[in-house]
């Protein structure tokens, strides 16, 4: 199974020159490709990769206006072809439903202050000891903040829009075998508490509060200055390294929660929600955006087939997790928001909202497939009602 090992790296004021040049030439060769395609007459066929590669990267080279592109390494070049290649792809596969999730719009131009980023293939880097070597670059000193579990078979150079410079290797690696602690646990994903586990436990996201209000003051400011200066390039350095350690401080809360829960429990039950949707709501986007419920799945999806015998599962996001008593499986209906705490009356049992809606979904998750459902369950004779024992302002 091939995997991906990030790490950053500090190139010097002579190495970022070239890095620059580097990137430069592989947005500038996937442009003269992409704009190439979209001049072709329509009716005709399109020119393939080799096509483009000869056309966009041998013959350019000889011209005045791309004779720079010969100062720079071969090999990005070609695989900036080849990816764009890869887009068209995923775009008709999205287009004829081949191609799962999301539908993969058009490929479009690339832009210099967004991240820039060239790969090597074996031929054009090698490891030396702590540093990486890269073809007319040289030899990067490298942060390695754990071994590669194997010989990489490329790297991808990158840069973010706050400065920083990464490599990201792509290695093979073998499933790990290690002991569960439980049979399974249900994940119940929301704002306040970031995660509920079937087990009780409750899980709150780290606070970027202060973070996220320094951004959006900075983005007022940006906005009032005057474009090509350089006081909004300082500025818009200065937002970009803000939201890049708010990302990785989520990024990383998110991984190491998603590792737990797939290292202690054989299943992982998590609901589909419609993140997409959600968004929309403009009282609640920058929070759920900020969550990354999505991300979570993606990660603990992804750690799933780094271990042995660990599964995780999605259920409807139609099932009615929270409007269902997970002791006795009485329904008592939709409920709102504030309502935090719920009495069962067929039971007696009083329930946590979240803690609920997590056995719920644990419940749903495991249950056969031809079997009984939440959606199924009808409330029990007798039952009348269930009353909130403790609200919240929403």
């Known amino acids: 199974m091939k995997a991906r090992y990030q790490y950053r790296i500090y190139p010097t004021d002579q190495q970022r020159l070239g890095l620059a040049k580097l990137f430069g030439c592989c947005r500038v060769v996937w442009n003269d490709a992409l704009g190439l395609v979209k001049s072709t007459p329509e009716g005709e066929k399109w020119p393939s990769s080799a096509e483009l590669q000869k056309i966009c990267i041998t013959q350019a080279k ?18 900036s072809i080849q990816d764009l290649g890869t887009a068209f792809k995923n775009f008709f596969d999205s287009r004829k439903g081949k191609r799962k999730g999301p539908r993969v719009g ?6 210099k202050l967004n991240q820039q980023s060239a790969r090597f293939t074996r031929g054009g880097f090698s490891l030396k000891e702590a540093k990486v070597y890269l073809a007319k670059i040289g030899e990067i ?76 003051k900075g983005k007022r400011k940006l906005a009032r200055a005057m474009k090509g200066s350089k006081r909004r390039e300082s500025l818009r350095l200065a937002i970009a390294r803000r939201s890049a350690k708010q990302r990785d401080i989520r990024q990383d809360f998110n991984q190491k929660l998603a590792s737990r829960l797939v290292r202690e429990n054989s299943v992982v039950v998590l609901e589909d929600l419609n993140v997409a949707g959600m968004v929309k709501n403009r009282s609640l986007s920058r929070a759920i955006s900020r969550a990354g419920w999505r991300q979570i799945r993606t990660l603990c999806e992804g750690k799933a087939h780094l271990i042995h015998d660990r599964e995780v599962r999605t259920i409807s996001r139609w099932e009615p997790t929270s409007q269902v008593c997970s002791c006795c499986g009485y329904r008592w209906g939709k409920l709102d928001l ?8 067929n039971c007696g049992a009083e329930h946590d909202r979240d803690i609920n809606a997590s056995a719920n979904i644990l419940a749903a998750g495991l249950a056969d497939p031809n079997g009984q459902t939440l959606s199924r369950v009808r409330p029990h004779s007798g039952a009348v009602a269930c009353l909130p024992t403790h609200q919240e302002s929403a």
């Open 338 to 345: 504030s309502v935090r705490s719920v009495l069962c009356l």
């Open 141 to 216: 000193k490298t942060k390695w903040s754990r071994p590669l579990p194997s010989e990489p078979s490329s790297v991808t150079v990158i840069k973010d829009c706050a400065g920083r410079y990464f490599l990201s290797f792509v290695v093979e690696v073998e499933p790990i075998t290690v002991e569960p602690k439980n049979q399974g646990v249900g994940v119940d994903l929301g704002l306040e508490t970031l995660a509920t586990l079937s087990t009780g436990e409750k899980i709150k996201a780290p606070d970027t509060q202060q973070l996220d209000k320094h951004i959006r």
């Open 106 to 111: 058009f490929p479009r131009f690339k832009k």
């Open 62 to 79: 000889q011209t005045d206006e791309r004779e720079w592109l010969a100062e720079v390494s071969n090999i990005p070049l070609q695989q």
